[in-house]
């Protein structure tokens, strides 16, 4: 309901390329309750990043709940997770509606995205939910596409891993020297 929710819009550009590979861009969306989050760079901590449409929301809980049980201690403590919600087919009538849905069936923040800026610029399928693991410095270490399967979960589990080792022995920071 509050205007700021259907006003605010994400700075992201295109990904620029590095020698290190594609950077994730900086941008702000609006939560279903109203909070403006931020995705910069650097920042402390690595982030997992969740990127689809409302289609592709009934498969977030695949990629989740295995992460929750494997990292239990480290989930939200070493590092970030992030959803963004790609709703730009929902009319500005339903908007409203949308935000009380979303806000009805999640307990944590799911970020706005009623023009598809970042699913357009990070290139995400429609239906499809894509999957991001960031290194601290803003380079897109994994990109998954598609349900979660077994082994998709053990290359994201993977990667994590190497990220979360890399940052707690300061490598991450030598990437780009």
Do not use: C
């Amino acid at each position: 309901q509050a205007p700021e929710m259907y006003g605010a819009t994400a700075y992201a550009g295109t990904a620029p390329l590095s020698r290190d590979g594609p950077r994730m861009p900086s941008f702000s969306l609006v939560t279903q309750h109203g909070d403006t989050k931020h995705v910069a760079f650097p920042r402390r901590r690595p982030l997992i990043l969740a990127v689809g449409d409302r289609k592709a929301a009934r498969h977030v809980e695949d990629w989740i709940e295995p992460l929750k049980r494997r990292y239990a201690d480290a989930f939200g403590a070493s590092f970030d997770v992030h959803g963004v919600a790609d709703l730009s087919d929902v009319s500005s009538m339903a908007r409203s509606v949308v935000v009380l849905v979303v806000r009805e069936r999640t307990d944590y923040p799911v970020m706005l995205d009623w023009h598809g800026e970042i699913a357009s610029t990070l290139k995400v399928n429609d239906e499809e939910l894509t999957v991001f693991v960031v290194d601290s410095n803003g380079r897109i270490r994994l990109r998954l596409t598609g349900r979660a399967t077994t082994s998709r979960i053990g290359r994201l589990s993977d990667t994590i891993d190497t990220v979360l080792e890399e940052a707690s022995q300061g490598l991450e920071a030598d990437a780009y020297r």
